[in-house]
Nanobody, 129 residues
Framework: HVQLVESGGGSVQAGGSLRLSCAVS??????????MGWYRQAPGKEREGVAA?????????AYADSVKGRFVISKDNQKNILYLLMDNLEPEDTAMYYC????????????????????WGQGTQVTVS
């Protein structure tokens, strides 16, 4: 049973930075699951993809246009922790941020919020004022 636990959210002023973490547990193979991503959902809005990272052997990375140049997704494959470094934060970045993972990469790299696929965390709140 795969579990994802996000952390690192908080309240920051516009222009500030945060680093989100997503710890993966419940598996035995280092580097698995193969693809992971970050999504966010603001009040009254649909969940949207932010960034995704395929397996090291694949190497593909995807970013939403709204975060390109400001956010960086990375993963420590030994510790199995996914990160999202967020710089130059804007009030529009305010949302609950979720971590997702799956063996199948297609929906994650397409940044599609397929909540009925893969595994999802409970979220961490980011507020930018």
């Amino acid at each position: 049973h795969v579990q994802l636990v996000e952390s690192g959210g908080g309240s920051v002023q516009a222009g500030g930075s945060l680093r989100l973490s997503c710890a993966v547990s419940g598996y035995t193979i280092i580097g698995w699951p193969y693809c992971m991503g970050w999504y966010r959902q603001a009040p009254g809005k649909e969940r949207e993809g932010v960034a995704a990272l395929a397996s090291p052997s694949d190497g593909r990375i995807a970013y939403a246009d709204s975060v390109k140049g400001r956010f960086v997704i990375s993963k420590d494959n030994q510790k199995n922790i996914l990160y999202l470094l967020m710089d130059n934060l804007e009030p529009e970045d305010t949302a609950m941020y979720y971590c997702a993972a799956d063996i199948e990469a297609w929906w994650l790299l397409a940044l599609r919020p397929q909540t009925d696929f893969g595994w999802w965390g409970q979220g961490t709140q980011v507020t930018v004022s």
